[in-house]
């Protein structure tokens, strides 16, 4: 129900208060409330909070002046308009009214018009303050936020940028320009077609996305969720971001941990576990009461170590407080090594290896160490790589970057599934109540590692073969110059 805009009449006359009860429903719809004196109007007006209040200054008891006087010292009343009514000398009266608080001024007799105009005037003025007043209100409260905000237009132009924003995106304090263009000359989105959606529907709300820094020389990689609210109007539309970064590198860091214990310590440990209980059978050791006894202890021991592990790697995996991913040192070895590395864990013997002369980035090594076996392991279980082979090969790729291209027939996804593979955010958008799904997150957090790095991991279906291609992009070390030939000196 449409809330009316509320009127207080405040007039000793009774006959007075129903000319003017009379003359403001003429006016517009109203909600009118009346008062016979000036303590029950004050009284009134505190408890029902007018939008406009018809004062009369001449009544006993408690003149309008002082009831003025008492409404204007009230922070809950002061903005209130107040229209005072009196037969007293205009000049006199009218100074006395509105050094009292007053907004304006009739005489009594009242010219109706007159009273009609100003009632109508002022209640819609009123109208524009409070309005005015919520929006300072609330951009106040936008630039005080710690999260990033902005205002736009459903084109896409700036309209404001609180703070955050600004510091975050480098956008601009003034309003206009390209908000899409700003936001991109540093940071992507995912999924990558995501900006171009929002612009075909003008900026209306619709499924949150996600954009991203990569890390640089000076500044850790940085991930926000991004939400559209716009106006019923469909006027301005705000953009929420919300800083994931803590979040996904906690992600990144379990992950990471999970895949160096399950790889280089849980594997030996199971099978020193069954080398030791398998030894506990030979008869020269079951022959000796005191030999059996220790590899038994051995062999439990084992065993309780290897569960202790598991019970480490859930409790790392739930409560786990990441900072910023810390790169661990990995054995010299060139592109090729750790691809054929990568394989031979995933357990396939059939892998060709053609072109890879690419570097990578200082740093980079053991973290596409990581990625490399997760994409080999995936075509290990979803292709048939085991039987028929696994081709790697370099694939173009902007400047400072390097691709492989990893093919495996196969039988491939419906294009959409495609379309959706590996989308860190889409699956962890699911997550962010803090749900603890096992180890790790396959390729959606491989693909957010590299993403963190500068690179990048996709998928498509082969244009010529059955199976599916995936292409892992990452930074590329800058080549090493030639030496220079040396010049004769001249004779």
């Not at 291609?469 to 930074?475: E, N, S």
């Amino acid at each position: 129900m449409k809330k009316l805009p509320r009127v207080l009449i405040v007039d000793d006359d009774a006959p007075t208060r129903m000319v003017l009860r009379d003359q403001v429903r003429r006016t517009g719809d109203f909600e009118i409330l009346e008062a016979a004196d000036g303590f029950a109007g004050t009284a009134l007006a505190r408890e029902r909070r007018p939008d406009l209040i018809l004062l009369d200054l001449m009544m006993p008891d408690r003149t309008g002046y002082e009831v003025c006087a008492d409404l204007r010292a009230d922070p809950l009343l002061r903005e209130v308009p107040i229209i005072v009514l009196s037969a007293a000398e205009e000049s006199a009266a009218t100074v006395a009214a509105l050094e009292a608080g007053a907004d304006d001024f009739l005489r009594k007799p009242c010219a109706m018009p007159e009273l009609r105009a100003k009632v109508g005037n002022i209640a819609r003025l009123n109208r524009f303050r409070v309005i005015a007043h919520e929006r300072e209100r609330f951009r106040w409260l936008l630039d005080h936020s710690l999260e990033p905000l902005a205002v736009v237009r459903p084109d896409g132009t700036l309209v404001f940028a609180n703070g955050r924003a600004r510091e975050v995106f480098g956008l601009p304090a003034e309003s206009g320009g390209d908000i899409v263009a700003a936001i991109a000359r540093n940071f992507r989105c995912d999924p990558p077609d995501a900006w171009a959606q929002l612009r075909a529907r003008a900026f209306a709300p619709g499924p949150a996305f996600a954009v991203f820094q990569p890390e640089g020389e000076h500044a850790a990689a940085r991930w926000f969720d991004l939400e559209v609210r716009a106006a019923e109007d469909g006027g301005e539309v705000l953009l929420k971001f919300t800083d994931r970064t803590g979040w996904v590198r906690r992600e990144l860091e379990t992950w990471s941990f999970q895949h160096l214990i399950a790889h280089k310590v849980r594997t030996p440990l199971s099978g020193l576990g069954g080398t030791l209980e398998m030894l506990g059978e030979i008869p020269a050791v079951t022959g000796d009461p005191e030999a059996a006894e220790l590899l038994g202890t051995a062999a439990a021991n084992a065993r309780r170590l290897e569960r202790d592990l598991l019970a480490v790697l859930q409790y790392h995996s739930a409560l786990f407080r990441g900072g910023a991913p810390v790169e661990a040192p990995a054995p010299a070895g060139t592109l090729a090594d750790l691809v054929r590395e990568a394989a031979t864990a995933a357990d396939l013997p059939r892998v060709a290896v053609a072109e890879l002369d690419a570097v990578p980035a200082a740093g980079l090594a053991a973290s596409l160490r990581l990625v490399l076996r997760e994409v080999c392991e995936n075509y290990a279980k979803f292709s048939r790589a085991r039987s028929a082979g696994l081709d790697v090969t370099a694939s173009p790729a902007p400047a400072g970057l390097a691709a492989l291209a990893f093919f495996a027939p196969g039988a491939v996804p419906p294009p959409d599934v495609v379309a959706q593979l590996g989308r860190p955010y889409w699956q962890l958008q699911a997550r962010f109540t803090g749900e603890i799904a096992g180890m790790g997150l396959g390729v959606a957090t491989a693909r957010l590692l590299l993403r963190s790095r500068g690179g990048d991991l996709t998928f498509a279906a082969a244009p010529d073969a059955a199976g599916l291609v995936t292409t892992l992009t990452f930074p590329a070390a800058a080549p090493t110059p030639a030496e220079p030939i040396p010049t004769p000196a001249l004779a």
